[in-house]
């Protein structure tokens, strides 16, 4: 047997950036190296079914916690973004057509895993019409068909200039919808160039008008040179779209060609943040050091409903007023 080694570097559109200083992590960011039983376990099923994770992908620092728990989140549509945002790890270039098997095949694992809840993410794909909209709808019912016990949450991109995608990944009904913001509005040349945080922000506005039952998360990074006041006026634009839950977490950078961290913010700021987010009317804010959006994931949507319900509400906060607006903006 031959083995083929890809050689091509994995970033191949950052490779003419100069090198950003790499700040040294304090300890309350550093994890443990995964080597549980759990850990190799979810692994295996991952790699029998030929799946990718943004866990691998994007470099998360809680891999080893989640997957002892076999909770690994899908990254669908290949490895390969159409994008190259200067925080993500995923690799950029052309990607290969979709695999036709892959909504089975996610089903599949998430049935053996047993999973209460799953978050299925994926690399943007503007090369596609509906940027990969139909996929995802086919991926959730195939995760339906596989097993009744599992609710779904999807981490989705921006679906910019892609009329309709937005209308057919709410039709297949996701029980949470997840599109993160990423940062400030001023950082968004930097640091998100492809995007426009506008528009990102209107995709989940119209994702709770056009299904009010949905829950709607989005998260943000911090250490990248926002200010404090720029990081609560999005807490106040999620607020006036609608959106149910918050996430927080430290940037930490993935390689020297990629965006360099200006800060790390101490746990106390965070739990500042947290403090204010609730104040503001989220149903449920997560912010520490290590959030990533889907970190405790499940837990997270057991207190979403939960805390739902202890609101007496039927339809999501900020239903009720013109077009989906919230009044809790200040």
Request: proline share 6%.
């Amino acid at each position: 047997m031959v083995t083929v080694v890809d050689t091509r570097p994995r970033h191949p559109e950052k490779a003419n950036r100069p090198d950003t200083p790499v700040l040294h992590k304090p300890a309350w960011i550093r994890v443990k190296a995964p080597t549980s039983k759990g850990y190799a376990e979810t692994r295996d099923i991952v790699r029998a079914h030929g799946l990718a994770t943004v866990c691998e992908e994007a470099g998360c620092p809680n891999i080893g916690e989640c997957w002892e728990k076999k909770h690994a989140t899908m990254m669908i549509m290949g490895d390969v973004c159409t994008r190259a945002c200067a925080f993500c790890n995923v690799a950029t270039g052309l990607p290969r057509p979709l695999d036709t098997d892959e909504p089975a095949n996610v089903g599949a694992a998430v049935a053996k895993l047993g999973l209460d809840h799953v978050v299925i993410t994926s690399v943007d794909r503007d090369d596609l019409a509906d940027g990969g909209a139909q996929h995802f709808a086919e991926v959730i019912r195939a995760i339906r068909a596989a097993t009744a016990r599992t609710t779904i949450e999807v981490l989705v991109p921006d679906f910019l200039r892609k009329d309709g995608a937005l209308e057919t990944v709410v039709a297949a009904k996701p029980d949470v919808f997840n599109h993160n913001l990423e940062t400030v509005p001023a950082l968004y040349l930097a640091i998100r160039p492809g995007a426009r945080y506008f528009h990102s922000l209107r995709l989940l506005q119209r994702a709770k008008e056009l299904d009010p039952s949905l829950f709607t998360k989005s998260g943000i990074m911090v250490g990248l040179g926002e200010r404090r006041e720029e990081v609560l006026q999005v807490m106040d634009d999620l607020r006036s779209a609608g959106v149910d839950f918050l996430t927080m977490g430290q940037y930490l950078q993935p390689t020297r060609k990629h965006a360099e961290v200006k800060a790390f913010v101490p746990p106390e700021t965070f739990e500042a943040y947290e403090r204010t987010a609730l104040a503001k009317g989220f149903l449920l804010v997560a912010a520490s050091p290590l959030t990533r959006s889907s970190y405790h994931a499940g837990d997270d949507f057991a207190k979403l409903r939960a805390a739902r319900s202890g609101r007496g509400q039927t339809l999501g906060p900020g239903e009720g007023g013109p077009a989906g607006i919230s009044s809790l903006t200040s």
